[in-house]
């Protein structure tokens, strides 16, 4: 079955510190990844994603995701956390001819000042 | 660029009520989308459209829900007999199409969503 999983419904971290947010996959065939975020009464921002070629890709804001095909993976990382990054983060997987997107339940990110 | 816009923001309707929703894609994205978002959820995959054709429909997507994209620009999604059960955030996104033989493009831009309340 398809399926995406991201393990931590809530983060929270300190202003500064960094950050990884963790998504692994079920998925039958070569996948495509992306990362969205979602902020309050806002709709789903892109924030980056892979199709194939260089297993770390880079994104908006500072963000930055490494695909691991070995661990079905697909997390999320960013250095730095500033205090406008509390949001929710979705992962989500497509595929090659598959034009539904498979979502993750999300992570909720919290900023502690 | 103006984005993909979403026609009412909110609607409070009562329950047994019909409601309908309106979508605008990015101009030159063939390929539109709904989904469903319940609060804590991600979103579900409701239907899609290449063009005016609709191409696929979930089967989240009772016979009260039916979807239109009559010019292959707008898309309307429209709930008859609403049930409190369908209160949510309804997402429209759209995305360009695939060329054959091309690398994949199938990003999906997402608008801001209308959120319904059945009461």
Same mark, same amino acid.
């Given at each position: ?9 809530? #983060? ?5 510190? $960094? ?8 998925y039958g065939?070569?996948?495509?990844l ?9 709709g789903?921002?892109?924030?980056? &994603? ?9 994104? #908006? &804001? ?9 661990? $079905? $993976?697909?997390?999320?990382? &960013? ?7 509390a949001?929710e ?12 997107l498979i979502?993750?339940a999300?992570?909720?990110?919290? #900023? &502690?000042? | ?17 019909n ?28 239907t899609?459209?290449?063009?005016? /054709? ?9 016979d009260?829900?039916? /979807? ?24 429209? /996104? ?18 801001p969503g ?6």
């Amino acid at each position: 079955a398809q399926s995406v999983t991201q393990p931590d419904i809530h #983060i929270t971290v300190s202003e500064g510190a $960094s950050l990884e947010l963790r998504c692994n996959y079920s998925y039958g065939a070569t996948p495509y990844l992306f990362w969205y975020v979602q902020s309050p009464g806002q709709g789903l921002q892109l924030l980056l &994603k892979y199709f194939s070629g260089d297993t770390l890709v880079q994104g #908006i &804001k500072g963000f930055e995701a490494e695909f691991k095909r070995s661990q $079905s $993976s697909f997390n999320l990382r &960013k250095p730095s956390v500033h205090w406008s990054d509390a949001a929710e983060y979705f992962c989500a997987v497509g595929g090659d001819s598959n034009y539904q997107l498979i979502w993750g339940a999300g992570t909720k990110l919290i #900023i &502690k000042p | 660029d103006t984005g993909v816009s979403q026609d009412p923001r909110h609607k409070i309707t009562k329950r047994g009520q019909n409601v309908t929703f309106r979508c605008d894609p990015i101009s030159e994205h063939n390929r539109l989308y709904w989904y469903r978002q319940t609060l804590g959820q991600g979103p579900e995959f409701l239907t899609y459209f290449q063009n005016e /054709a609709q191409l696929e429909k979930s089967r989240l997507l009772s016979d009260r829900f039916s /979807a239109e994209r009559p010019k292959g620009s707008f898309s309307t999604l429209e709930i008859q007999r609403t049930e409190q059960g369908d209160s949510a955030m309804y997402l429209c /996104a759209s995305s360009l199409p695939r060329l054959a033989g091309g690398p994949p493009r199938e990003t999906q831009y997402f608008g801001p969503g209308t959120r319904l309340l059945v009461l």
